[in-house]
T-cell receptor, first 115, second 112 residues
Framework: GAGVSQSPRYKVAKRGQDVALRCDPI?????LFWYQQALGQGPEFLTY????????KSGLPSDRFFAERPEGSVSTLKIQRTQQEDSAVYLC?????????????FGDGTRLSIL | QKEVEQDPGPLSVPEGAIVSLNCTYS??????FMWYRQYSRKGPELLMY????GNKEDGRFTAQVDKSSKYISLFIRDSQPSDSATYLC????????????FGEGTQLTVNP
């Protein structure tokens, strides 16, 4: 596709369940970012991949959050034992290279609601 | 205190008005400055980005950066109802793969 694709668009889960969110970056893009956007707030950085290497995971809020990008393309963000405070929109962005500032292209996000 | 401060609004203006949106920041390591537009239930869309202090113009949009004051602005001329959205400022340091740090966004409504 032409842009960053995220699935599912909406996810409802009960507290304590595990969820997996998928990101398909723009084809050939080297860098991939995950952000969390709470209601009425700006996105906050979670983690960064360069190809398959996770180079920065300092924004992950707890060890319940785990991200992977095993083949350097599609990425999955997994949240274990979900809590109500995990309810947010999860955004994925990609850039063509890993050089200095590159414009980040965002998907439309996955809206996660924890009941 | 947040690294990036942005007035959340809401801001409501009549069609044709000039809109001024602003952010301040505290991290002097920020070198790249961006403005994103986000429509409801959509991802952020990059409007403009700039590296240096000064003005950058693109159509009806002008981005202004003052690094000495740690202050950035976005001006929208001849605002249109289709400009109604949330505007997010974002910044990053000069390192490869650098994360973006966002303001909380300003909600703008342009009334016909």
């Amino acid at each position: 596709g032409a842009g960053v694709s995220q699935s599912p668009r909406y996810k409802v889960a009960k507290r304590g369940q595990d969820v997996a969110l998928r990101c398909d970056p723009i084809s050939g893009h080297v860098s991939l970012f995950w952000y969390q956007q709470a209601l009425g707030q700006g996105p906050e950085f979670l983690t960064y991949f360069q190809n398959e290497a996770q180079l920065d995971k300092s924004g992950l809020p707890s060890d319940r959050f785990f991200a992977e990008r095993p083949e350097g393309s599609v990425s999955t963000l997994k949240i274990q034992r979900t809590q109500q405070e995990d309810s947010a929109v999860y955004l994925c962005a990609s850039t063509p290279t890993a050089g200095r500032y590159q414009p980040q292209h965002f998907g439309d996000g996955t809206r996660l609601s924890i009941l | 205190q947040k690294e990036v401060e942005q007035d959340p609004g809401p801001l409501s203006v009549p069609e044709g008005a000039i809109v001024s949106l602003n952010c301040t920041y505290s991290n002097s390591a920020f070198q790249y400055f961006m403005w994103y537009r986000q429509y409801s239930r959509k991802g952020p869309e990059l409007l403009m980005y700039t590296y240096s202090s000064g003005n950058k113009e693109d159509g009806r949009f002008t981005a202004q950066v003052d690094k000495s004051s740690k202050y950035i602005s976005l001006f929208i001329r001849d605002s249109q109802p289709s400009d109604s959205a949330t505007y997010l400022c974002a910044m990053s340091e000069e390192t490869s793969g650098s994360r973006l740090t966002f303001g909380e966004g300003t909600q703008l409504t342009v009334n016909p």
